[in-house]
């Protein structure tokens, strides 16, 4: 190594500078020595010119196992002394396989990235450095790394291969999965065969990611890709490379992307090489070679576009089923920018359309540059403008806020409401009356996403419900992915919705109701989409007793969350469960957490605590019997994943598809559809702890299943990069 190596490097323990402490040099480089970490104190020796950089830990054990199976693969193979000036002085243009194979996609690598000469290349998982001779050989400062530092088939033998051509790079002995630069030294890394050997390829990317510059190109050649339909460990029954303790990895199409796209990396292309530029036709012709026993439509329906292009569908459709060995290149750059456009949005809402946005945008802002465009409305009856407008910032995300025009007259909407839904030959301008009555309308937030829409890649409208999303959507219908959270109300069936519902790019629905509904309710199936939902969390620690105390409840009571409103079933619930009481005469409570928005019944076993914290929220859940959803209009419900994440059983509103299916898939609860079936559903639930238990157990497997925070943000990414690939 050279002295001017110590810039880019970092401690790999304590990510602190390096100095050399001792040093043995010639005219070329320093040939060995020790580097010590400026903070930790930690040491690293230099040893034939190139520096270990990895923490000797239990870690590096199983790496230092894969380094000595390399050398004794090569061995075993009887090629460990075999590999003479002939072939080392020519990688990759050696005239046998596998390096014909290997040159063809070098070369197509060195085409993509039309190299100048000023360009910092890591070469990672280099082993003997062939990529950095040729990089090194086109003007370019390149740095070759590799775990095995073996002189006859590793890194070693780069010393060699660099005399000869009279060249230097250098060359590091380091972990790929804690690679030893600082941040943003690289405008390019490359691999060669090496994606497939990392033991964890999230945590490998989300490495490169951070060393390469923005605007730096990541490429890796010669990796596997076996069918999505095909199971990893029968593609790999019969590698050599594990029986010699060498890591090996069989991933697929969808495991490489996603990958990519966790560690932040946009502009992804993943292709079988043997397609590089090939034209139209021929490429169609290629397509046809291979059988394809799922039609390709429904391969496409799964939003898994990973090869780009006008013809890309046809390359994914081949690796998808078939597999291949593929050429991967991906781009670090500013991370795209979304807006989120919402009614309501902060912390003091806490359910419905407006607690999905804020889960959503919170979570995907890993990934992307989320901004929220709302109104300064709290309170849904009226839309009166309460929080200040402008710009601000909640939870680390931008907030743009505009003012309310007008608040909602809520007497005078719902007696034009009932004209409205009474009215067969109602017309447009008398729907679109009802619209703006119904708010929030917000001239300046639409103006806003006017003057603004060429500043964000998409426009992401929660709810069909409000002006928010009928009027502002249109305006970018081109970049405008619809979060319905629909159901059978009576709104839903005014004409002017019917446009709504096709114009978008792409539909996010909650459930497999929701998407029956509006698909037979709009004949709009034809529209991208993608049943997406919403991940769960809830505390590590949930203290029942904490609730009871905070709120003196010594009773066993059950838990309604939410807005306390006639629209909520709230009125009906509240009837039910006095007739349930004066029946039974049980001691159960009624525990309402949530803003009222209809008159509560002065009875003293049903309790209003108000709005309250996420910590009160779920350790009330936790110290419930059951949670109540008396809703007969629901597009998903969070409170009940919340409650089956708690391990607590759920009654519902059977008149609700989407609560009842819910109970059906998980069988985490009961549900009823009118008095007598909420009282024999309660007094089942309240006096079998066991069914109960188990209901509980049930919900939270269900949830763990379908509505984990990764696989809700892996579905947003690939819709996003869906809508990219088609244009």
Not at 46 to 58: A, E, S, T, W
Not at 257 to 272: C, D, K, Q, T
Not at 499 to 521: D, H, S
Request: hydrophobic letters at 35%; charged letters at 25%; a negative charge.
């Amino acid at each position: 190594m050279r002295q001017q190596l110590l810039k880019y490097l970092r401690c790999p323990k304590c990510e602190s500078n390096l100095t050399i402490e001792e040093q043995y040099s010639d005219d070329t480089e320093i040939i060995c020595g020790q580097l010590k970490c400026e903070l930790c104190a930690s040491r690293y020796k230099i040893q034939n010119g190139m520096p270990f950089l990895y923490i000797d830990d239990n870690n590096w054990i199983n790496k230092a196992k894969e380094a000595d199976g390399w050398v004794e693969l090569h061995k075993s193979k009887g090629i460990y002394d075999q590999t003479g000036v002939h072939i080392d002085f020519t990688l990759p243009y050696f005239k046998e396989e596998p390096w014909i194979k290997v040159s063809k996609m070098f070369d197509i690598c060195l085409d993509m990235l039309k190299l100048n000469g000023s360009e910092k290349i890591l070469d990672l998982g280099a082993g003997r450095g062939w990529a950095s001779k040729q990089f090194t050989l086109k003007g370019c400062e390149s740095f070759a790394m590799d775990i095995v530092a073996d002189d006859q088939v590793r890194l070693g033998r780069s010393k060699a291969i660099m005399e000869n051509s009279k060249i230097y790079y250098e060359r590091i002995i380091g972990d790929s999965e804690n690679i030893p630069f600082k941040d943003e030294i690289f405008d390019i890394i490359f691999c060669s065969a090496s994606l497939h050997h990392t033991s964890d390829i999230g945590t490998l990317l989300s490495n490169i990611y951070r060393t390469l510059k923005y605007g730096g190109t990541f490429i890796a050649i010669n990796e596997p890709c076996i069918s999505i339909f095909e199971d990893e460990s029968n593609a790999l029954k019969d590698s050599e490379e594990l029986k010699y303790d060498i890591n090996e990895k069989r991933p697929n199409l969808l495991n490489y992307y996603s990958a990519l796209l966790r560690a932040g990396f946009v502009e992804i292309n993943i292709f079988p090489y043997q397609i590089y530029k090939m034209k139209s036709n021929d490429l169609k012709r290629w397509h046809n070679h291979y059988r394809i026993t799922e039609p390709v439509d429904s391969l496409l329906q799964k939003n898994l576009y990973m090869c780009t292009g006008p013809l890309g569908y046809l390359v994914n459709s081949v690796l998808m089923q078939y597999g291949g060995e593929v050429v991967i290149s991906a781009k670090k750059i500013n991370k795209q920018k979304i807006a989120f456009v919402v009614q309501r949005y902060g912390l003091e809402v806490n359910g419905g359309a407006e607690l999905l946005c804020r889960h959503v945008a919170e979570h995907l802002s890993r990934y992307f540059d989320i901004e929220i465009i709302t109104t300064c409305a709290i309170d849904y009856i009226t839309w009166e403008n309460e929080y200040a407008s402008g710009k601000q910032i909640l939870n680390g995300l931008t907030v743009w806020r505009f003012p309310v025009d007008h608040p909602r007259d809520i007497f005078k909407f719902n007696k034009y409401s009932e004209i409205i839904y009474g009215n067969p030959n109602r017309g447009e301008d008398d729907e679109i009356k009802w619209m703006e009555l119904q708010g929030p309308f917000s001239t300046k937030l639409f103006d806003f996403i006017d003057t603004h829409k060429n500043d964000y890649t998409y426009f992401i409208f929660f709810t069909y419900l409000y002006c928010t999303t009928f009027f502002g959507l249109p305006i970018v219908k081109d970049k405008a992915i619809l979060v319905p959270t629909a159901h059978d109300e009576p709104p839903i069936y005014l004409k002017i919705f019917e446009n709504l519902f096709i114009i978008p790019r792409a539909i996010c629905y909650n459930t497999e109701e929701e998407k029956q509904f509006v698909n037979k309710t709009f004949k709009n199936n034809h529209i991208i989409n993608d049943i997406i939902g919403v991940g769960v969390e809830i505390p590590v620690a949930l203290s029942p007793d904490t609730f009871r105390v905070k709120y003196n409840i010594r009773n066993n009571f059950i838990i309604y969350i939410g807005r306390i409103d006639e629209s909520k079933g709230c009125g009906e619930l509240f009837d039910h469960f006095i007739r349930y009481k004066e029946e039974t005469k049980s001691d159960l409570k009624l525990i309402l957490l949530g803003k009222s928005a209809m008159k509560i019944p002065e009875y003293e076993d049903i309790i209003q605590l108000g709005f309250v914290s996420d910590e009160d929220k779920f350790n009330g859940i936790a110290a419930s019997d059951l949670i109540i959803m008396p809703s007969r209009y629901e597009s998903l419900s969070i409170v009940l994943m919340e409650a089956w994440a708690c391990k607590k059983a759920v009654l519902v509103n059977g008149s609700c598809d989407v609560l009842k299916g819910h109970c059906l898939r998980s069988n985490g609860g009961l549900w009823y559809e009118n008095r007598e079936e909420f009282k024999e559903c309660l007094d089942l639930l309240i006096s079998d702890d066991r069914l109960r238990v188990k209901m509980g157990e049930n919900g939270k497997k269900y949830v763990e299943e379908n509505y984990s925070w990764s696989e809700i943000e892996e579905k947003y990414i690939k819709l996003f990069y869906t809508l990219q690939s088609t244009g």
